[in-house]
T-cell receptor
Framework: QKEVEQNSGPLSVPEGAIASLNCTYSDRVSQSFFWYRQYSGKSPELIMSIYSNGDKEDGRFTAQLNKASQYVSLLIRDSQPSDSATYLCAVISGGSNYKLTFGKGTLLTVNP | GAVVSQHPSRVICKSGTSVKIECRSLDFQATTMFWYRQFPKQSLMLMATSNEGSKATYEQGVEKDKFLINHASLTLSTLTVTSAHPEDSSFYIC????????????FGPGTRLLVL
């Protein structure tokens, strides 16, 4: 069973702080990793994709991948109340063309 | 990013009726689309992979005769929930990877189904 694990939270941070979201995965040969944001009652919205070890930055978001530790994280700098949402980690496992396996998500609350 | 639409956005039906949900890729062609279901406070669970011009591939535990999938064109996939029951009430979401970057999936806005 290929699994993606996330701390369900809630994670609360003050406005302007850095929010750190973590995810681990069980399939060692996974190649593609994604972070989606999901507001309550809405469908997921892609934030970041990362395929290689190291950091990938896009605006206030930084994704970090460590394949040896089977760990992927998302940092949100200068957190805003509008960042309050559930963040879903998703992985395309080895042997699959496109099939995403999702974690259960981490609920982030940014307090004004 | 690419745009995926779904229709209807919300549907309420009586137990025993069938409900059809449409998923369209608006500005790109999608040979593959995915159908997910999400119950409250749960993550997305893949139900099936819809393949243009061929049969859908269902995940383990998903009844193919209950959840009929048709992918008749490169921009449209439909999911029909047959003989719906209250336990089928859920948030149904489709997604599609663009042909240019097949690893990235774009999600439709979802369809909320309530079966009375």
């Amino acid at each position: 069973q290929k699994e993606v694990e996330q701390n369900s939270g809630p994670l609360s941070v003050p406005e302007g702080a850095i929010a750190s979201l973590n995810c681990t995965y069980s399939d060692r040969v996974s190649q593609s990793f994604f972070w989606y944001r999901q507001y309550s009652g809405k469908s997921p919205e892609l934030i970041m994709s990362i395929y290689s070890n190291g950091d990938k930055e896009d605006g206030r978001f930084t994704a970090q991948l460590n394949k040896a530790s089977q760990y992927v994280s998302l940092l949100i700098r200068d957190s805003q109340p509008s960042d309050s949402a559930t963040y879903l980690c998703a992985v395309i496992s080895g042997g699959s063309n496109y099939k995403l396996t999702f974690g259960k998500g981490t609920l982030l609350t940014v307090n004004p | 990013g690419a745009v995926v639409s779904q229709h209807p956005s919300r549907v309420i039906c009586k137990s025993g009726t069938s409900v059809k949900i449409e998923c369209r890729s608006l500005d790109f062609q999608a040979t593959t689309m995915f159908w997910y279901r999400q119950f409250p406070k749960q993550s997305l669970m893949l139900m099936a992979t819809s393949n243009e011009g061929s049969k859908a591939t269902y995940e383990q535990g998903v009844e193919k005769d209950k959840f009929l999938i048709n992918h008749a064109s490169l921009t449209l996939s439909t999911l029909t929930v047959t003989s719906a029951h209250p336990e089928d009430s859920s948030f149904y979401i489709c997604s599609a990877p663009t042909l240019e970057n097949s690893k990235t999936q774009y999600f439709g806005p979802g369809t909320r189904l309530l079966v009375l």
